[in-house]
């Protein structure tokens, strides 16, 4: 301490104001190191909150002591990274976000000689809240609600009527749920009711739109609705065609719009075919066959001998040989035909209209061939009643996009940058502050008084006051060997410094 107060007794105003200087950026830097040390930094707890239940949400963290900050716009809230445990498990106790109902837990609390319709009742209550959270865990589902109807047991299987179940599902912000997690939903909560069989299951998201057991467009079972299924097709479809504008134009010159009629429908077709020549299915053939030896003649004898022949043997006036031969032949033909049955799946495209927007930077020449090549791309058929539009105007010069002002890695490059100046401006302070002091032990002042003349009469005052004096006050040197004696260190400072300079 003795030595720190003899530097800066020793340095001249100039040094005590630079030692000044980095004593306060020394503070200003660990000040800035502080804060960006002890900086709070927010996670995010909930989001796509309504905005009727933001003020519930920061309610019910205020109770609890819980900093929070709204964000995007206050649809979403975050609390501090160390709070998030104790936030989440607040507005669960509050049951703000709308909480699922409880489950199999309301047994644990049940009265003793409860009837047996309470038993069913919050049997039924158990299991549609257990449902509730399982549903919840689904990607895409934000809360859920479960109503099933269990009907009363018969005697007679004839007499029974079969469960149901309702469930309202709300999507996140913006989102639907796909038909895959909806056929996964209803089969889960099928398999989860005894006797209940997935087309009894009713899924309705918070538009009202039904997505099981029967979707938008009339698509049984789930499935994918005519209007997704377009959707599909029109963006898979500009997509195709942007590509190959940006390919063969450049990027931000040209636009397709697609709007197509896709068949959703799964049909069966029917085709009847008949052939040229007929299929022979019955033949009859008769053949008949009489040989006889002589004919009667004209003027032969009256009677039975003249009017029947005599095969075995006969004579007469004007007989001859005879051969009596008959054959019929007749066949039945059938129609010979072929019926095709096809299954169609949906997919089939029924017409389209495509718009294609160039730029005006475009040359008019090339406009012509980039109709052709899109109406080939997207498969135009005029018969089919497609149709393709091109335009041309000036499109519209995108703004430029500021960078963000949140803390990035710009940020904590500078705040490295300001460190490394503190850090820099101490050395460079240290080194002056030594080099001051060189300077200072150069000529010392014990050395100056000792080499400086006495005149006569403060000889003969100190002589006079001489008796005055303490024994114990040290006097001064006589000589080099008693100053080098007293304090030979700094008369080997003293030394080096005269050598350094020459």
Known sequence: MAQIK????????????????????????????????????????????????????????????????????????????ANVAEARIALAESNVLGGSKPGFELFDSQQFGASDFQQKVTFQRALEGELERTIDQVEGVKSSNVQLTLPEEQLFSEE?????????????????????PTRGIAHLVAASVEGLNANNVTITDGSGATLWPAGEG?????GVSKQAIQARYDQSMETRLDSLLARTIGPEKGRVQVQAEVEANHSTQ???????????????????????????GAGGAAGTAGNIPGYAAGTGAGGGNSNYKRA???????????????QVAPGAVNRQHVALILDKSV???????????????????KKRGDTLTVSQIAFAKPPEVAAPAGPGITEYVKYGLIGLAGVGFLIFAARHLRRKQDEVL?????????????????????????????????TLPSNADEVAAMDSDKVAQQLRSWMKEG
């Open 6 to 81: 003899t530097v800066l007794a020793r340095l001249s105003t100039r040094g005590k104001l630079a030692l000044g200087g980095a004593a306060l950026a020394l503070v200003i830097l660990a000040f800035v190191l502080f804060q960006m040390a002890t900086k709070q930094s927010y996670t995010t707890l909930a989001t796509g909150i309504e905005p009727a239940e933001t003020g519930q949400v920061t309610e019910a963290l205020t109770a609890k002591g819980i900093p929070y900050q709204l964000q995007n716009g206050g649809t979403a809230v975050g609390v501090p990274s």
């Open 160 to 180: 029974a009527i079969k469960p149901t179940a309702a469930v309202l599902i709300a999507t996140d912000a913006g989102g639907r749920l796909g038909p895959g």
């Open 218 to 222: 009339g698509v049984v079972g789930g």
């Open 270 to 296: 029917s085709k009847l075919e008949y052939a040229k020549k007929g299929v022979p299915l019955a033949r009859q053939a008769e053949h008949e066959s009489l040989k006889g030896a002589a004919a009667v």
């Open 328 to 342: 019929n032949e007749e066949t039945q033909y059938g129609v010979n035909k072929t019926i095709t049955h096809t």
């Open 363 to 381: 040359p008019p020449a090339e406009v012509a061939q980039l109709e052709k090549a899109i109406a080939g791309a997207a498969g135009i058929e």
């Open 442 to 474: 150069a000529e010392p002042i014990w050395l100056k008084e000792l080499n400086a003349p006495t005149s006569l009469a403060e000889l003969e005052v100190h002589r006079a006051s001489e008796d005055d004096w303490d024994e114990d006050r040290p």
